[in-house]
Structure formats: C-alpha cells, structure tokens
C-alpha cells in the first residue's frame, strides 16, 4: 500500500512540476511576444519617423523648385518681352514709312 501511495504521490509530484514547466513556458512565450510587439512597435515608430522626413524634404524641395522655376520662367518670359520691344522699335521707322507712303500714293 505505501508503494502505491508513494507512486501515486510521485505521479502527482510529477504532474505539478509539468504544470510549472508548462505554465513557465507559457509565461516565457508571453513575454517574447510582448517584447516582440514593442519592438515591432519601436521599429514602426523609427519607420514613419524616417518617411515623414523624407516627405518633410520632398516637399521642401518641391518648394525651393517652385520657385526655381517661377523665377526661371519670369526671367525667360522678360526676355522675350524685351526681344519683341527690339523687333518693334527695328521695325517701327519702316512701318510708319510703308504707312505714310500707302495713303498718300492712294
């Protein structure tokens, strides 16, 4: 009878360190997942940290262009100007002549 109870209490003994094996297991596997998450989560932060100042720059750079451009297209557009008053003042003798002789030879 005492082997029967001492293997009896040996199944049992044995049965509550598998519950703590188990439950310690368990217990690790949460906490790695924890970690993993807030890990995960330090990762995304540094991610979209990274992105929104790549689009900070972007979109400064697409500014500056901008006004590259403005400024570009202004100065091409005041040379062109000055272009046509030329040709109108290279021009402007002859027309007033052909004029003045179309209407008083007419």
């Known amino acids: 009878m005492d082997a029967s109870r001492d293997g009896i209490s ?3 003994l ?5 519950q703590a094996i188990v439950r310690a297991a368990r217990e690790e596997k949460t906490s790695r997942l924890r970690a993993a998450v807030e890990e995960a ?3 995304i932060a540094s991610y979209r940290a990274e992105r929104e100042a790549r689009y900070a720059q972007m979109v400064a750079e697409q500014a500056g262009n901008k ?3 403005e400024n570009r297209l ?4 005041n040379a062109e100007i000055a272009k046509l008053h ?4 290279a021009a402007k003798a002859s027309v007033v ?5 179309a209407v008083t030879s007419a």
């Open 14 to 18: 044995a049965e509550k360190e598998a």
């Open 86 to 89: 030329g040709q109108v003042n």
């Open 97 to 101: 002549s052909d004029l003045l002789n």
């Open 41 to 43: 989560k330090g990762e």
């Open 74 to 77: 202004q100065a091409e557009f």
């Open 67 to 69: 006004a590259e451009s």
């Open 10 to 12: 040996k199944l049992m």
